[in-house]
């Protein structure tokens, strides 16, 4: 059995070392499989898994909205890869290198930059590369310095803090200038991440205006900004439209056909012309490659992705196999040449377990098999007891895609410890009213102890020194 590793570089290598670079879905599944298939050979040291992570958890990145929103604690919505992961090797850190031809990995730790040996070198014989994606920005001025995105649970709690932080500002400031920018959230991009965080954060703060004496539901300005004519594209157009017609009739303000032009001084400024002084602007507009892949001799597409055959191989590339955000599959079932799957978690999941089998088959001598899988559709949630829902032809609205929503990704969620979890917290909100309170100082730990000890805290001082 593999021992698991904070940032001490695996031993000598067994017979046959797997590395998988990444802790996402298709880098934790993919573990998680081969731990499964390759149980002999792991425990009598024929085989070794190795997985490279910058967190020790993956992010079930669909339950993102509802953290954000309070209907489900942090800790419930990322699965700790040490626990499921107990036959393998699991190295925290990141990727700083691949080279394929020599078959080695220059991984930095949490350590490197405190015992001054620098990266380490992991040596493999397979390589499953899956670093996933990272949020695709655009030159826009001022969104480096005032934006926020919505992949992980630290932006999605910092985010669920930050607008209840603005609704106090707002409820004591004797500033009307402040007050409207505090009370105005812009969010851009009208795909999943966007729409579904907006919705869920919007119900929250609806909810919580009622606890402020001078702050009322409709003081409160939300405003999506989508540079498409649609919305949620994956549940279809007519489906796209009712989420339209339902956030315009909460009182949410959705832009079409419109771009971010510049959000310097907290103002965002659109391309229809319209500017908003605003303390909140949300960026989910759309994702890209992880950066690691500029960093490998592996062949990649236009758009930054690992060119893959339809077995999840890399192509031209013995040894190397790919899959998710970072992969460009062919769809076998689109019925057009150069058609590719699309980067989601209905793939990702299904193609970690082709990829694992595989290359289980690869290494024992076995014929591979095609990655084949039709899109079964798509669910979205619109706040509490609303939503959308497109799956198998059929179109749903309201509360029962709310609903359809909720029990897909309970039955989606790995482990039965967390769907256990996540269904009791759901029952217990059912019975009690919403929890409103910001812990913003979770960012800050060390603030309250400065002060105390005469020292001014200030925003950019490292918390975890």
């Known amino acids: 059995m593999a021992s698991d590793s904070g940032g001490t570089p695996p ?18 599944y993919t573990a998680l499989r081969l731990q499964q298939k390759l149980k002999q050979r792991l425990r009598s040291g024929e085989a070794e898994i190795v997985v490279v992570t910058p967190d020790p958890y ?36 990141e990727a700083q290198r691949i080279d394929h031809a020599k078959r080695t990995a220059t991984v930095t730790t949490l350590a490197t930059g405190e015992d001054g040996t620098g990266a380490v070198e992991i040596s493999y014989d ?12 655009l030159p826009v001025p001022g969104l480096a310095d005032h934006g926020v995105g919505f992949k992980t649970i630290e932006e ?15 409820s004591a400031t004797r500033d009307p200038a402040i007050r ?33 004496h001078n702050i009322k539901a409709e003081d409160l300005k939300w405003i999506l900004v989508e540079a498409t004519g649609r919305i949620l594209p994956e549940v279809g157009e007519s489906m796209g439209r009712y989420a339209v017609r339902e956030l315009r009739g909460r009182n949410i303000d959705v832009r079409l056909d419109t ?21 909140t602007l949300v960026w989910t507009a759309g994702v890209k490659p992880a950066p690691l892949l500029a960093a490998t001799d592996l062949p990649l597409d236009e758009r930054g992705r690992l060119v893959c055959t339809a077995r999840l191989t890399i192509d031209a590339t013995e040894h190397a196999w790919a899959a998710g955000d970072a992969a460009a599959v062919p769809d076998l079932t689109a019925g057009e040449p ?12 299904r193609q970690a377990k082709v990829l694992a089998d595989n290359l289980v088959a690869a290494i024992e001598g076995r014929p591979l098999k095609e990655y084949r ?5 798509s669910v979205a949630s619109l706040g509490l007891h609303k939503g959308v829902a497109h799956v198998y032809g059929r179109k749903l609205k309201g509360y029962p895609a709310w609903l359809m929503h909720r029990m897909y990704h309970l039955s989606r969620v790995p482990t039965f410890n967390r769907k256990a979890r996540v269904l009791a917290e759901w029952t217990l909100a059912g019975l009690f009213k919403r929890e409103i309170v910001s812990l913003g100082s979770l960012e800050h730990p060390r603030a309250e102890f400065q002060i105390a000890a005469g020292k001014r805290p200030r925003p950019d001082d490292d918390d975890c020194q």
């Open 259 to 279: 771009r971010l032009e510049s959000c310097e001084d907290r103002i965002a400024v659109l391309s229809d012309g319209s500017r908003f002084p605003t303390r």
């Open 156 to 170: 999605a709690i910092g985010l669920r803090n930050h607008v209840i932080e603005q609704m106090d500002i707002a």
């Open 338 to 349: 150069g058609r590719q799957t699309a980067p989601n978690a209905q793939h990702a999941v």
């Open 11 to 28: 031993g000598p290598p067994p017979g046959v070392r797997i590395l998988v670079v990444g802790g996402g879905y298709v880098g934790m």
């Open 180 to 212: 409207d920018a505090a009370l105005t959230f812009v969010f851009v991009g009208g795909g999943y991440a966007g729409v579904e965080a907006l919705a869920e954060l919007e119900d929250m703060a609806r909810y919580t205006s009622r606890y402020y």
């Open 126 to 137: 397979e390589l499953v590369l899956a670093p996933g994606s990272v949020s695709r920005t």
């Open 373 to 377: 899988h039709s899109y079964a559709g």
């Open 58 to 93: 993956m992010t079930y990145q669909p339950f993102l909205p509802e953290a954000a929103a309070g209907s489900i604690s942090p800790r419930h919505v990322v699965v700790p890869l040490r626990r499921v992961l107990k036959h393998c090797t699991l190295v925290v850190g």
